[in-house]
């Protein structure tokens, strides 16, 4: 409840999650089929980086700033959308923006002025719903959704000391509730611990694969050294598409320091 996510918007993790998240809602609606987007953690939907939080970090400038300043190819659909919504946009400005209208949004969301910034911002529009709830009880709760189609997104701040079992456990709750869903899940990388848990966890579900970039070698669990997505049931296409995308957005916000790099890993077979 006392995360804010201004402080951190458009820094390179929002960068790496929201340019696959952009990439897997474009694959989805290739079927003329209406989906349902289910967002866990949906904070405010779009954060002022002139702002005094986005300026007290300055985060922003070596995530988005650099990819703006250099843009790559690979990163034209998620770049041009970040461009014409203005204000740096979270997951669900984004979702909403590649929405057709026989697909709708979901957002889920705790704390009680978010939930009324969210409510403002998407008021009027009818393919988008706010919930002030927790996101792993709307799991259990708000799946499978009626179209049966469907993307679901778990982002939680990691501030909790548990919160790598809480999101396993709700992947696989989510899977659980909705097997043919496309499920993703962001994680931070500081040590390796952390995650190899994560993805041995992930590992009794059938077609997972994760995505990860590292801006340095994971050696200092005080630093954010990287992060990744674990992806269940990804498109067709999937780990191709981000054997481009994850070089270009390092090399568009890298550092150079010992140890950067992109893994795509296959964690169990479709």
Known sequence: MNYRHAFHAGNFADCVKHAVLVWL?????????????LDTHAG??????????????????????RLRGN?????????????Q?????????????????????VCCELHPEDVRVLRRLFRGDARVAVHARDAYEAIGALLPPPERR??????PPYEAGDEFTRVEEGMKLAHQRFPQGVLAA??????????????????????????????????????LNGCG???????????DAMRTLLPALL???GTGEAGAGVAVTRLSDE
């Open 25 to 37: 809602l474009r694959a989805m609606a290739r079927k003329e089929k209406g989906f349902a987007v």
């Open 44 to 65: 405010i939907g779009q954060y002022d980086l002139d702002g005094e939080p986005a300026e007290r970090t300055g985060e922003w400038r070596s995530g988005i700033g």
């Open 71 to 83: 843009p790559h190819p690979a990163l034209a659909d998620y770049l041009v959308l970040v461009g």
């Open 85 to 105: 919504l203005g204000l740096y946009p979270g997951s669900p400005a984004l979702v909403r923006a590649v929405l057709r209208p026989q697909d709708r949004l």
């Open 150 to 155: 469907g993307l679901v997104l778990i982002d």
């Open 186 to 223: 962001w994680y931070p990388v500081k040590a390796r611990a952390a995650v190899r848990a994560l993805h041995d966890g992930m590992r009794g579900i059938r077609d997972v694969v994760a995505v990860e970039l590292f801006l340095r070698e994971p050696l200092d669990a005080a630093r």
């Open 229 to 239: 997505l674990v992806v269940v049931n990804p498109p067709f296409g999937f780990e």
């Open 251 to 253: 090399g568009g916000m």
